[in-house]
T-cell receptor, first 116, second 119 residues
């Protein structure tokens, strides 16, 4: 089946530094990638939608300059958390529309970001 | 307004028993899709079952079935013969919008239900 590989799975960074999270579709072309954020025991909140070759569409309240999304190819989308602060500590997960009979979704395995 | 509502923050079930996780949704679209996902403590999102708005029969996938009541806008997940490995957080999600529309493809998630299976 369709697989999205997400790296790193876990990262700890110092306050003020930037962190890049990658999502790669391994066996299909992901024209659209969705990025979510999840706090412990809470729901997944959509941050932005990225389409290959175009600017990402951010949800209301999400800082574009802080969460930089790049979707330069059909198999790679990246989320960069710039000037990270402890409040950015969260679980970030990507998903792509996967080929199939009802256009389901394939999720990455998620990245647990801790900013110290 | 909340588009997907899961009113059970936590549910407990005895091993081998069946359990129903509730989900109601709100949309004005005629075409939409409903999904259930399982999220264990590792964080991965595991797809369980899908129901399209035009599907007349309730979806089933192994021990999972979806009780789709369109008029009531509910899409409850039924897990039969619960296993210890079913303990996880469960999310109901909806995709609305028509293909080609700007909002097409977005998944909206409910608050989730933490299911605990007791031996």
């Amino acid at each position: 089946g369709a697989v999205v590989s997400q790296h790193p799975s876990r990262v700890i960074c110092k306050s003020g530094t930037s962190v890049k999270i990658e999502c790669r579709s391994l066996d299909f072309q992901a024209t659209t990638m969705f990025w979510y954020r999840q706090f412990p025991k809470q729901s997944l909140m959509l941050m932005a939608t990225s389409n290959e070759g175009s600017k990402a569409t951010y949800e209301q309240g999400v800082e574009k300059d802080k969460f930089l999304i790049n979707h330069a190819s059909l198999t790679l989308s990246t989320l960069t958390v710039t000037s990270a602060h402890p409040e950015d500590s969260s679980f970030y997960i990507c998903s792509a529309t996967a080929p199939g009979p009802y256009e389901g979704y394939t999720f990455g395995s998620g990245t647990r970001l801790t900013v110290v | 307004a909340q588009k997907i509502t899961q009113t059970q923050p936590g549910m407990f079930v005895q091993e081998k028993e069946a359990v129903t996780l509730d989900c109601t949704y709100d949309t004005s679209d005629q075409s939409y899709g409903l999904f259930w996902y399982k999220q264990p403590s590792s964080g991965e999102m595991i797809f369980l079952i899908y129901q399209g708005s035009y599907d007349e029969q309730n979806a089933t996938e192994g021990r999972y079935s979806l009780n789709f009541q369109k008029a009531r806008k509910s899409a409850n997940l039924v897990i039969s013969a619960s296993q210890l490995g079913d303990s996880a957080m469960y999310f109901c999600a909806m995709r609305e919008g028509n293909a080609g529309g700007t909002s097409y493809g977005k998944l909206t998630f409910g608050q989730g239900t933490i299911l605990t299976v007791h031996p």
